[in-house]
């Protein structure tokens, strides 16, 4: 009964989405602008980045305070913490208070292995930033991010719960991306020029 208790909480508190509730204070719904995604990177494109910066502490904020109610009244369950945390990973994707379209997941997800899995943090962000760097594109990144949790969980023999978590996150990561990888496909998708440290690098030798 706890269990199922904190798995919920888990998901209300997931489906209080950033960008959107920030957005209500300044009237705007960023779901009707820019890619039309309530996550972190729309904000920024959309709003700037003060609003962008709230967007993302508000996200991660959730995925820590997920993962800390199964840690502290989970009554020592291995599994539920992930549990949790993936519980408000959907919720933030899906988020009931509104009208389930919400953002991608991957800020509450790591606001959620800040807690859980520290090192994973660093690998992911790590992952993530030198995709950014070499690419311009976010969206690729992010998934590059989330696959790599995946070799760290077996390269640190990590617990089933953790191997399992890995692989669910990877997954649904690649999952909620996939018009990125649609657009990626079509030579659609919006890149970050500016970030693409090691293309004016390359140009800066030639």
Not at 21 to 31: E, F, K, P, Q, Y
Not at 35 to 63: C, E, H, M, Y
Not at 77 to 98: D, E, I, K, R, T
Not at 147 to 170: H, I, K, M, N, S
Request: hydrophobic content about 55%.
């Amino acid at each position: 009964m706890i269990a199922t208790l904190i798995l919920v909480a888990a998901y209300l508190l997931g489906s209080l989405s950033g960008s959107l509730l920030l957005g209500r204070l300044r009237g705007v719904d960023i779901r009707t602008l820019g890619s039309g995604n309530a996550g972190g990177t729309n904000a920024l494109r959309t709003q700037g980045w003060k609003f962008a910066l709230g967007t993302v502490l508000v996200d991660l904020g959730k995925g820590v305070l997920a993962a800390w109610l199964a840690l502290r009244f989970g009554g020592g369950l291995a599994w539920l913490p992930y549990a949790a945390a993936g519980a408000a990973v959907l919720g933030h994707v899906y988020p009931v208070f509104h009208g389930f379209r919400g953002g991608k997941g991957a800020g509450t997800l790591v606001g959620a292995l800040l807690l859980l899995w520290p090192l994973s943090v660093v690998v992911v962000v790590g992952t993530w930033l030198l995709a950014l760097t070499a690419t311009g594109y976010v969206g690729l990144s992010t998934i590059l991010a989330g696959l790599a949790l995946v070799p760290l969980a077996l390269l640190t023999d990590a617990p089933p719960e953790r191997l399992g978590f890995a692989v669910a996150a990877a997954a649904f990561l690649v999952f909620t991306h996939r018009s990125n990888l649609a657009r990626l496909r079509a030579g659609t998708e919006s890149r970050f020029e500016r970030v693409r440290i090691w293309a004016r690098l390359r140009r800066g030798r030639a």
